[in-house]
Nanobody, 123 residues
Framework: QVQLVESGGGLVQDGDSLTLSCTES????????MAWFRQAVGKGREFVAG????????EYSGSATGRFTVSRDKGKNTVFLRMNMVKPEDTAVYYC????????????????WGQGTQVTVSA
């Protein structure tokens, strides 16, 4: 079992950059597939980016493609989301998730979740 903690959220302006981090609060002893999801007020949880165990294969949502980059520390359940050129529509709570299976855009496929970190982008 892995326990995840996100950090790095905050208030930024349209066009700014920031990096979200997700780390294990307690070493799980095994490596998981990791992903970022987000949930805006009044909306469902949506996939943002995912990365496989080796860090080689990555997937992005359409809105993240070209602006966000997911990466991870080798051999750890530590994952980052570099967000460039943020927009007001990126405002949401961002969640880190882990799966013992494969990268999926379906949040139901992830067994473990962090508590979330708020990102607010002002116009």
């Amino acid at each position: 079992q892995v326990q995840l903690v996100e950090s790095g959220g905050g208030l930024v302006q349209d066009g700014d950059s920031l990096t979200l981090s997700c780390t294990e609060s307690r070493r799980a002893g095994r490596i998981y597939v990791m992903a970022w999801f987000r949930q805006a007020v009044g909306k469902g949880r949506e996939f943002v980016a995912g990365i496989n165990r080796s860090g080689v294969n990555k997937e992005y949502s359409g809105s993240a493609t070209g602006r966000f980059t997911v990466s991870r520390d080798k051999g750890k359940n530590t994952v980052f989301l570099r967000m460039n050129m943020v927009k007001p529509e990126d405002t949401a709570v961002y969640y880190c998730a882990a799966s013992d299976d494969f990268v999926s855009r379906d949040y139901g496929e992830y067994e473990y979740w962090g508590q979330g970190t708020q990102v607010t982008v002002s116009a």
